[in-house]
């Protein structure tokens, strides 16, 4: 089976910087993947890490390593407008699936 | 460019009613197809994904079914619905190849009273 940890609430100042982690223990690995989710709206696609290492776009990074089962998402220069719940989601390998966690609750803060 | 699309946008129905939630992807051909419900507080749950015409698999056992009748368009059914059945439903789409990012539609947000 599939298990994902993210935590479930989290407060920055805007202008900061914030790491939002996320843990995976999975039957195989092909990918994990980060969406940002604003209440009431669909889930829309940040980014995708399928080798260790940082990946980076524009105010957003995303970081892997397969043998700690470990991601992060860092956002930096924060703005109100990030303010949303992150999902951290995990395809396993040979599936079409994606796994979720429950997310993280952003708040931006003044 | 691709696009998805969801209706209807909010529903309110009475227990006991039927359900049809409807999913459309414009802009690719032969598209991987979910289903996922978000109840309040909760995560992303899978019901249905499709990998073509008339092929589906089901995750959660309950009384929702889903169709594929043609190739770029996805249902969700139900013939009585449950107070359970609330929540936030989104469909979404991915390539047959490449690193299946999946890409939601606007979703559905189901009341039952």
């Known amino acids: 089976g599939q298990n994902i940890d993210q935590p479930t609430e989290m407060t920055a100042t805007e202008g900061a910087i914030v790491q939002i982690n996320c843990t995976y223990q999975?039957?195989?690995?092909?990918?994990l993947f980060w969406y940002q989710q604003h209440a009431g709206e669909a889930p829309t696609f940040l980014s995708y890490n399928v080798l260790d290492g940082l990946e980076e776009k524009g105010r957003f990074s995303s970081f892997l390593s397969r043998s700690k089962g470990y991601s992060y998402l860092l956002l930096k220069e924060l703005q109100m407008k990030d303010s949303a719940s992150y999902l951290c989601?995990?395809?396993?390998?040979?599936?079409?699936?994606?796994?979720f966690g429950k997310g993280t609750k952003l708040s931006v803060i003044p | 460019s691709q696009t998805i699309h969801q209706w209807p946008a909010t529903l309110v129905q009475p227990v006991g009613s039927p359900l049809s939630l409807e999913c459309t992807v414009e802009?690719?051909?032969?598209?991987?197809l979910y289903w996922y419900r978000q109840a309040a507080g909760r995560g992303l749950q899978l019901l249905f994904y499709?990998?073509?015409?008339?092929?589906i698999s089901s995750e959660v056992p309950q009384n929702l079914s889903a169709s594929r009748p043609q190739d770029r368009q996805f249902i969700l059914s139900s013939k009585k619905l449950l107070l359970s059945d609330s929540g936030f439903y989104l469909c979404a789409w991915t390539r047959t190849s490449g690193t299946d990012t999946q890409y939601f539609g606007p979703g559905t947000r189901l009341t039952v009273l």
């Open positions: 499709s990998v073509g015409i008339g092929q």
């Open positions: 802009g690719t051909s032969n598209p991987n």
């Open positions: 999975t039957s195989g690995f092909n990918g």
């Open positions: 989601a995990v395809k396993g390998a040979g599936s079409y699936q994606l796994t």
